[in-house]
């Protein structure tokens, strides 16, 4: 209880600046910033994402100082009713479960970890945490990597504006100069005079989607001697291409299953576009092919255009708007039909289905037939092919798996004297076999796509070029901009001359600087590396993958859990191995006492690889304010309890009540304080 009257609080209690701390008005205010902020993190968080929230309220350096300033009215609030009596008891417990939290908070926020490792098995130990915080790291000519924050949520660097990094260890002046939220990366190789690798430049074109692709690639190189279409690859080979058996190919003929006569499921998913009825993509997802010509017709005075559906001699007619994502019978036939997806103004980009546009430019659709038959047991009657299912988002047909060709193929051979010869797999032409010259069109069989050969280099290494991509600058949509990495350009300066480059996250750039020898007047060629990617904190553990494991709903391939047995190890030489799973988390150290703290590291799965289960990512998290936080929390809840349902801590005065007749108007402004300072 506050003093009774001003003059016998102690000089402290009547400072200004204590007053100004512990009065309500400045609670109101802490506590109304905090409930905007909060609802402002929570529309951020579901408008864009976590990082976004975290960067503009709950991890800026602003909200951090308002929970210092909140604990520093708690605790003036507590401090001004010095001297403290019994009824002051759980008003002070509560405060200082509040003021814990929060200290517990800040400490979390602060010194607490939080990342991901991608771990292979039969790979040594890493302790190489990723934090979602961009970072750009310089490994200088020293020898020492240096970290550098490059988060740019707020205020992107621009030419105008840029990111002053200081200087090098060279003596070379660093800055980041620009960002772009999308780069693109395309190969460029350079000539070489020796230990190059054949180059060759081609362009791959169709009218039908309006598209026009083009690249280099090396002779069997691993990373740049492949070109991915989706349902098509491409690959360059030193050597010259083998001919093909004469006879009738292996893909024009019938494919043979067993006798069957009795009717199954079927289950098979139809690609079809309007501009090449012909054209369509089917692939079986249970069962057999059911047979089924589906044919889309082109849109009309601003609908989605019809499907017509052919099975034997009977047909139908479907409105794609009205029936899209709807399971609908097919009349007088045991199949059913949903339209599962429907693109105006079709591309492949990255191997994925996009639209350029709204317009109907270029419709194409996804059909899924659905039903019991007769599996169709030749690829006269079911022209669609015997790919692979769809992916399971329902999208265009998947990409094989690691390893496994695709169905469609297209092997260039460049000879020691330049001679270029070719080998082709198409599902509708089957094999073959040739010579191509520079600049002469090669039909592929791939719907309506040609492909040219326009240059050569004998001997060349990889070169990278990086280019910002902007929506309104490309064709590319959306979700495939979403694919590309962020990057950020990179300006050296040193000795008067300036280099400059672009590093998109991911990748490692090298710069070209010249270092001053023992001599004033020499200098020396050399060059430092820059990485633009996540943050990279090193741990005092290692972690090993020993195993991983996917469990599967019985009788399907889908899975139910996956689960990672990993070993840790310590730089004492300690080791330890647990298992981690989807909400069932092990910890190391593993001692009560630290995991009651929150002085150990907690590790979680957090995903897998469906198409590595030698690959596994953990998440990896400590907190040491986590003990602080329960006890604060422990502490609000007693002290709010005492408060409100234990009536000797209910009571604000002491001793007889005080009658209103006993109030003179002296003792009333004597303890107007008293009563407004008690509200809190």
Not at 174 to 195: F, G, R, T
């Amino acid at each position: 209880m506050a003093n009774s009257s001003s003059s016998e609080q102690p000089a402290w209690q009547r400072n200004s600046i204590f007053e100004f701390f512990a009065s309500l008005k400045l609670a109101v205010v802490l506590l109304a910033v905090l409930i905007v902020a909060a609802i402002a993190g929570t529309i951020y968080e579901s408008s864009f994402d976590a990082k976004v929230a975290r960067a503009y309220v709950y991890g800026a350096p602003w909200f951090n100082l308002w929970l210092v300033l909140l604990g520093a009215n708690l605790a003036c609030s507590a401090l001004s009713r010095w001297p403290w009596r019994k009824h002051h008891l759980a008003f002070l417990i509560t405060h200082l479960g509040i003021i814990t939290l929060l200290i517990g908070s800040l400490i979390g926020r602060i010194w607490g970890v939080e990342g991901t490792i991608t771990l292979f098995k039969g790979e040594p130990p890493t302790n190489r945490l990723l934090v979602n915080e961009r970072q750009l790291r310089v490994h200088d000519v020293d020898g020492i990597v240096k970290g550098y924050p490059a988060e740019f949520l707020h205020h992107p660097p621009t030419p105008q504006h840029p990111r002053d990094l200081g200087l090098l260890a060279s003596g070379a002046h660093l800055q980041i100069v620009d960002y772009a939220p999308a780069i693109e990366a395309k190969l460029n190789p350079k000539q070489v005079s020796e230990d190059g690798a054949p180059a060759l430049h081609f362009t791959i074109a169709t009218a039908i989607m309006n598209q026009h692709l083009d690249g280099w690639l090396l002779a069997d190189d691993p990373q740049h001697g492949n070109f991915s279409m989706g349902l098509a690859n491409i690959e360059l080979k030193r050597g010259t291409a083998t001919s093909v058996a004469a006879g009738v190919s292996p893909a024009a003929q019938p494919i043979r299953l067993p006798p069957q006569n009795e009717e199954v499921d079927l289950e098979e998913s139809i690609f079809a576009f309007s501009k090449a009825p012909d054209e369509q993509i089917g692939h079986v997802r249970k069962g057999g092919s059911t047979g089924t010509k589906v044919r889309l017709i082109a849109p009309e005075n601003g609908n989605k255009g019809q499907v017509i559906i052919s099975t034997g001699d009977k047909q139908a007619t479907f409105d794609v708007a009205e029936n899209l994502g709807r399971d609908v019978p097919i009349e007088n036939t045991p199949f059913s039909l949903t339209i599962e997806n429907y693109w105006p103004d079709f591309r492949i980009e990255n191997g994925k289905p996009s639209s350029l546009s709204d317009q109907p430019n270029n419709p194409a659709v996804l059909v899924t037939i659905r039903g019991k038959g007769v599996p169709v047991t030749s690829a006269e009657t079911n022209p669609h092919g015997t790919g692979k299912e769809l992916a399971a988002t329902g999208g265009p047909p998947a990409m094989p798996a690691p390893g496994e060709e695709a169905p469609n193929h297209l092997t260039l051979f460049i000879a020691d004297d330049g001679a270029i010869t070719y080998k082709l797999a198409s599902r509708k032409n089957g094999k073959s076999a040739g010579k191509i010259d520079l600049n002469t069109p090669l039909p592929t069989g791939w719907a309506d796509w040609q492909l040219v050969a326009d240059d050569t280099m004998p001997n060349a290494q990889p070169q990278m070029d990086f280019t910002p991509v902007k929506p309104e600058q490309t064709s590319a949509s959306s979700s495939a901009l979403a694919d590309l990495p962020d990057g950020v350009r990179v300006q050296i300066q040193q000795n008067g001359e300036t280099f400059e480059r672009w590093a998109p996250a991911g990748w490692q750039i090298t710069i070209p600087i010249r270092q001053r020898t023992d001599s004033p007047w020499r200098t020396s060629p050399n060059e430092i590396t820059v990485a633009y990617g996540w943050k990279v904190i090193g741990l005092p553990i290692g972690l090993e993958l020993l195993d991983f494991e996917v469990k599967r709903n019985e009788g399907s391939d889908s899975p139910a859990g996956f689960k990672s047995t990993l070993q840790i190890v310590t730089a004492d030489g300690e080791t330890a191995t647990g298992a981690c799973w989807m909400n069932n988390p092990f910890s190391f150290p593993g001692t009560w006492w630290r995991t009651w703290t929150g002085l150990t590291y907690k590790i979680s799965q957090a995903s897998w690889n469906p198409e590595n289960l030698n690959q596994s990512t953990v998440q990896i998290l400590r907190d040491p304010g986590w003990l602080l936080k329960w006890i604060g929390s422990l502490l609000v809840v007693i002290g709010v309890f005492m408060m409100f349902y234990l009536q000797p801590y209910r009571k604000q005065t002491e001793g007889e009540p005080i009658t209103p007749s006993a109030v003179t108007p002296e003792k009333r402004t004597r303890e107007a304080p008293a009563v407004s300072t008690s509200a809190l």
